[in-house]
């Protein structure tokens, strides 16, 4: 018999004493509530949002809006996109007669969203946007991530999309399609990856031929997010393809605009152009969110406008692609917020064995017991951390593009460059992490499907997959950003967090000295194998590249202490103020100082594999495998 159902010893299971047990609660019935208490927090005390409203064009980001945009998107996310997250993953979108289809709750939650201006916050008035700061609306993509992922990756893609047409689309481009792309109601997708290409996109053989104005698109894309839906009325794709005299590799490929439905002069929808989806593919997890298999040109050729000039396809499509690298590591948190509340919920009613500091009496909720509360506080450090790192990175874009100063933009251009494949890479894996641990804190119970943990860590686990693996990111980070400057941009960042861990380290208490002393130790370890790396990914590549991933980690980690060490010093401050609220502050202390004892202490076992590992790495012959 399962132990778990055998009511040996102290492990009596009931309906009584364990409200979840065998989905008693529904699915519908799990909560999420945006953690907007931190949010706030982390943006007014750690990315100084007043900094970043006070910037040319974001005069509508006064106190009062911002806190309406926070609470009617928690209120969005916890009573229209949460509840229809299981029905998502349960009915997923299916392929009917050449027509993808969403579950109507999918379909009646975006026309709510498109209806309420959700879409809009981030772009520019011009064209109908509301025109505040990146950073606050991150906060705001977290909830829809965190309520319902398969969903909230529709506005993910089109907002990428937005963000390349408004920086390369030409003035026309832009008056066609960014209107309707802002208000959500067509929504753009990037069609980049093809069966033989992966992530090589040098080696893309989708073809463009010039026809008069336009040119005809012919070819075969896979793996391409909300690629074909019945949400919107159309979807503008992006498309890799080659002109016929084009250079071979990655010098070769042009961008064009496929919309679904042509459109008219006058903004109208025209005839269904000559694209076609041939599949959704069956996944692991965001089932409701279709993957798809495109087929371009099955006729006399798609119909295709080129975006800029020809052969810098791939150099525009990084505007699209950074900006969905972003907000992907910003799924990492979401999820690992969405997790963390249910297993800490859960661990509130959970009875089961008696507490250790008082045996006689009867047994307790899990949360009394100290490996529960390290896995909860792990989740939580974690997840703050990711949240912190995000956010600032959606600062300092904001700076980089509105900034009037050229020197500081740059700098801020140069940390959002750095912090890029970071977020991307370790808030990814710490977001399947943190879903994995939440399976565990539910014990057998999270195993099963009922109770819903399973799909946070089915849904979390795409994240360090797509919009570049986690591996590129760590290649990206070692050969591109510490190769370019000889790693000045890491060394400016270290500078900047010494000073924060020597100011926190000259205050009282004792929590704020543990933290002091984990960061500089952290801080330590990254500078050495920082040098180590930059001394040695010319001469030795291989070797640079073996530890590539460990110091993606190692950044991580020692970022996330960073920024909780940010956190821990305005919560300091902030506890001397009359009126503080003591619990969430002193909260921000303890989570911080656990950070930094209990996570920040595996950067410095990171560095011999990041120096030394390269050996063992590439010891083996192919056949030895």
């Given at each position: 018999?399962?132990?778990?159902?055998?009511?040996?010893?102290?492990?009596?299971?009931?309906?009584?004493?364990?409200?979840?047990?065998?989905?008693?609660?529904?699915?519908?019935?799990?909560?999420?509530?945006?953690?907007?208490?931190?949010?706030?927090?982390?943006?007014?005390?750690?990315?100084?949002?007043?900094?970043?409203?006070?910037?040319?064009?974001?005069?509508?980001?006064?106190?009062?809006?911002?806190?309406?945009?926070?609470?009617?998107?928690?209120?969005?996310?916890?009573?229209?996109?949460?509840?229809?997250?299981?029905?998502?993953?349960?009915?997923?979108?299916?392929?009917?007669?050449?027509?993808?289809?969403?579950?109507?709750?999918?379909?009646?939650?975006?026309?709510?969203?498109?209806?309420?201006?959700?879409?809009?916050?981030?772009?520019?008035?011009?064209?109908?946007?509301?025109?505040?700061?990146?950073?606050?609306?991150?906060?705001?993509?977290?909830?829809?991530?965190?309520?319902?992922?398969?969903?909230?990756?529709?506005?993910?893609?089109?907002?990428?999309?937005?963000?390349?047409?408004?920086?390369?689309?030409?003035?026309?481009?832009?008056?066609?399609?960014?209107?309707?792309?802002?208000?959500?109601?067509?929504?753009?997708?990037?069609?980049?990856?093809?069966?033989?290409?992966?992530?090589?996109?040098?080696?893309?053989?989708?073809?463009?031929?010039?026809?008069?104005?336009?040119?005809?698109?012919?070819?075969?894309?896979?793996?391409?997010?909300?690629?074909?839906?019945?949400?919107?009325?159309?979807?503008?794709?992006?498309?890799?393809?080659?002109?016929?005299?084009?250079?071979?590799?990655?010098?070769?490929?042009?961008?064009?605009?496929?919309?679904?439905?042509?459109?008219?002069?006058?903004?109208?929808?025209?005839?269904?152009?000559?694209?076609?989806?041939?599949?959704?593919?069956?996944?692991?997890?965001?089932?409701?969110?279709?993957?798809?298999?495109?087929?371009?040109?099955?006729?006399?050729?798609?119909?295709?406008?080129?975006?800029?000039?020809?052969?810098?396809?791939?150099?525009?499509?990084?505007?699209?692609?950074?900006?969905?690298?972003?907000?992907?590591?910003?799924?990492?948190?979401?999820?690992?917020?969405?997790?963390?509340?249910?297993?800490?919920?859960?661990?509130?009613?959970?009875?089961?064995?008696?507490?250790?500091?008082?045996?006689?009496?009867?047994?307790?909720?899990?949360?009394?017991?100290?490996?529960?509360?390290?896995?909860?506080?792990?989740?939580?450090?974690?997840?703050?951390?990711?949240?912190?790192?995000?956010?600032?990175?959606?600062?300092?874009?904001?700076?980089?593009?509105?900034?009037?100063?050229?020197?500081?933009?740059?700098?801020?251009?140069?940390?959002?460059?750095?912090?890029?494949?970071?977020?991307?890479?370790?808030?990814?894996?710490?977001?399947?992490?943190?879903?994995?641990?939440?399976?565990?804190?539910?014990?057998?119970?999270?195993?099963?499907?009922?109770?819903?943990?399973?799909?946070?860590?089915?849904?979390?686990?795409?994240?360090?997959?797509?919009?570049?693996?986690?591996?590129?990111?760590?290649?990206?980070?070692?050969?591109?950003?510490?190769?370019?400057d000889r790693g000045a941009a890491v060394?400016?960042?270290?500078?900047?967090?010494?000073?924060i861990a020597a100011d926190i380290g000259e205050?009282?208490?004792?929590?704020?000295?543990?933290?002091?002393?984990?960061?500089?130790?952290?801080?330590?370890?990254?500078?050495?194998?920082?040098?180590?790396?930059?001394?040695?990914?010319?001469?030795?590549?291989?070797?640079?590249?073996?530890?590539?991933?460990?110091?993606?980690?190692?950044?991580?980690?020692?970022?996330?202490?960073?920024?909780?060490?940010?956190?821990?010093?305005?919560?300091?401050?902030?506890?001397?103020?009359?009126?503080?609220?003591?619990?969430?502050?002193?909260?921000?202390?303890?989570?911080?100082?656990?950070?930094?004892?209990?996570?920040?202490?595996?950067?410095?076992?990171?560095?011999?594999?990041?120096?030394?590992?390269?050996?063992?790495?590439?010891?083996?012959?192919?056949?030895?495998?």
């Amino acid at each position: 018999m399962c132990p778990l159902l055998s009511g040996r010893g102290s492990f009596l299971v009931t309906a009584d004493t364990d409200p979840l047990f065998f989905g008693s609660l529904s699915h519908a019935m799990i909560p999420y509530n945006a953690p907007i208490a931190d949010m706030r927090f982390v943006l007014n005390r750690v990315v100084g949002l007043d900094r970043i409203a006070a910037l040319p064009g974001y005069d509508a980001a006064s106190p009062d809006m911002v806190e309406t945009i926070l609470e009617e998107a928690s209120k969005f996310a916890a009573g229209v996109l949460a509840p229809i997250n299981h029905i998502g993953d349960h009915e997923g979108s299916v392929l009917e007669n050449g027509m993808v289809r969403q579950p109507e709750s999918f379909r009646q939650a975006y026309r709510q969203y498109v209806d309420a201006g959700w879409n809009s916050v981030p772009f520019d008035p011009e064209f109908g946007g509301q025109g505040l700061p990146w950073a606050l609306a991150f906060a705001v993509q977290e909830m829809w991530q965190a309520a319902n992922m398969a969903f909230g990756l529709c506005p993910m893609l089109n907002q990428g999309a937005v963000d390349l047409l408004s920086e390369h689309g030409s003035p026309e481009q832009k008056e066609i399609y960014l209107a309707k792309m802002i208000s959500g109601e067509w929504t753009g997708s990037m069609d980049l990856t093809e069966p033989q290409a992966g992530s090589d996109l040098g080696t893309v053989r989708c073809k463009a031929v010039q026809d008069g104005d336009v040119y005809r698109i012919t070819g075969q894309k896979i793996f391409i997010t909300y690629g074909d839906h019945d949400q919107s009325e159309n979807v503008i794709h992006l498309v890799l393809a080659r002109l016929p005299d084009a250079p071979a590799g990655s010098k070769g490929i042009s961008l064009f605009i496929v919309p679904k439905f042509l459109v008219g002069p006058d903004g109208a929808l025209g005839d269904r152009n000559d694209v076609r989806c041939a599949g959704i593919e069956h996944k692991l997890g965001i089932k409701a969110s279709p993957t798809a298999v495109l087929s371009y040109g099955e006729r006399d050729g798609a119909i295709g406008f080129l975006v800029g000039e020809p052969n810098r396809g791939l150099e525009y499509m990084f505007a699209m692609m950074n900006n969905a690298r972003l907000s992907v590591g910003l799924q990492g948190v979401a999820i690992a917020e969405r997790a963390y509340q249910q297993a800490r919920d859960y661990a509130k009613v959970r009875v089961q064995s008696r507490d250790l500091s008082n045996p006689k009496k009867p047994p307790v909720t899990i949360i009394h017991h100290p490996d529960v509360r390290r896995m909860l506080l792990t989740m939580k450090a974690q997840t703050e951390a990711g949240r912190i790192l995000a956010y600032e990175a959606a600062g300092a874009f904001d700076v980089a593009q509105r900034h009037p100063d050229p020197e500081v933009a740059a700098a801020a251009r140069a940390r959002l460059e750095l912090l890029t494949p970071v977020v991307k890479g370790w808030c990814t894996d710490m977001g399947c992490e943190v879903a994995s641990i939440g399976i565990q804190v539910h014990g057998g119970m999270g195993f099963i499907e009922e109770t819903g943990a399973a799909q946070h860590y089915r849904d979390a686990r795409i994240a360090p997959i797509y919009e570049g693996t986690n591996g590129i990111q760590a290649n990206d980070l070692v050969f591109r950003k510490l190769g370019r400057d000889r790693g000045a941009a890491v060394q400016a960042f270290l500078a900047e967090a010494r000073a924060i861990a020597a100011d926190i380290g000259e205050r009282p208490g004792d929590d704020l000295a543990a933290i002091a002393g984990g960061l500089t130790a952290g801080l330590i370890v990254l500078e050495t194998a920082t040098e180590w790396l930059v001394e040695t990914l010319k001469p030795d590549p291989v070797a640079a590249a073996s530890g590539a991933a460990h110091y993606l980690r190692m950044f991580g980690l020692v970022a996330g202490g960073v920024g909780l060490a940010k956190a821990a010093a305005a919560a300091d401050q902030d506890l001397r103020q009359r009126g503080a609220d003591v619990d969430f502050l002193t909260g921000k202390l303890i989570t911080a100082r656990f950070f930094a004892e209990h996570l920040l202490p595996q950067a410095a076992g990171l560095l011999t594999p990041i120096t030394h590992g390269h050996r063992a790495v590439m010891a083996l012959t192919e056949e030895q495998f």
